[in-house]
């Protein structure tokens, strides 16, 4: 068990439609980054964010956005959602501000866009 | 943007046999990881370099980060079956104008067959 808590584990949708990715970081992680996993893709950067704010950004699409909350909890929104967004959306935080140090995954939250 | 090469995307191998997998970097990095993705989990962290030529073992495994910070490498001593998922690289680099966060490459497949 990494610490790092994600919801929901799957998630059925139709496109045309948005959902909301929630994570929740180890206690006492300030950083949290979002990561996209598709087949032949790998594991895609798409954003990080540090004690509520945004530190980089990666491949994320417009139709996405994400924000981290005082509690430091972090939502990924994805809207206008399209067949090719079917992914395993992981989530994960590390204790420093992104200077290179060790990544906590959760389990990850699979969507698949109908 | 930093891209990150990792070789081959796919490896069988028998069990007891050596396994190598190869990360390349199109820009010099500040440091390099190495994460295991078992079949249906979560990337889990192995091991950080960070100096040049750097070599670190842990138990069958080893790790190298070339001189030029550029290429790094993972090498598996006779196999077991508790070896199966999918290694990834990831390299940080670090901007003057922030961090460009953790770049995975697409990772290796390791399959044994027993």
């Known amino acids: 068990d990494s610490g790092v808590t994600q919801t929901p584990k799957h998630l059925i949708t139709a496109t045309g439609q948005r959902v909301t990715l929630r994570c929740s970081p180890r206690s006492g992680d300030l950083s949290v980054y979002w990561y996209q996993q598709s087949l032949d893709q790998g594991l895609q950067f798409l954003i990080q964010?540090?004690?509520?704010?945004?530190?980089a950004k990666g491949n994320i699409l417009e139709r996405f956005s994400a924000q981290q909350f005082p509690d430091l909890h972090s939502e990924l929104n994805l809207s206008s959602l399209e067949l090719g967004d079917s992914a395993l959306y992981f989530c994960a935080s590390s204790v420093d501000r992104g200077v290179g140090g060790e990544l906590f995954f959760g389990e990850g939250s699979r969507l698949t866009v109908l | 943007g930093q891209q990150v090469m990792q070789i081959p995307q796919y490896q069988h191998v028998q069990e007891g046999e050596d396994f190598t997998t190869y990360c390349n970097s199109s820009t010099t990095l500040s440091n390099i990881q190495w994460y295991k993705q078992r079949p249906g989990g979560h990337p889990v962290f192995l091991i950080q370099?960070?100096?040049?030529?750097e070599v670190k073992k842990q138990k069958r495994l080893t790790f190298q980060f070339g001189e030029a910070k550029k290429n790094s490498s993972l090498h598996i001593t006779a196999t077991q079956t508790t070896d199966v998922g999918t290694y990834f690289c990831?390299?940080?680099?670090?901007?003057?104008?922030?961090?460009?966060?953790?770049?995975f490459g697409k990772g290796t497949h390791l399959i044994i067959q027993p």
């Open positions: 370099l960070v100096k040049s030529g």
């Open positions: 964010y540090y004690n509520g704010e945004e530190r």
């Open positions: 990831a390299g940080y680099k670090r901007s003057g104008g922030g961090a460009d966060g953790l770049t």
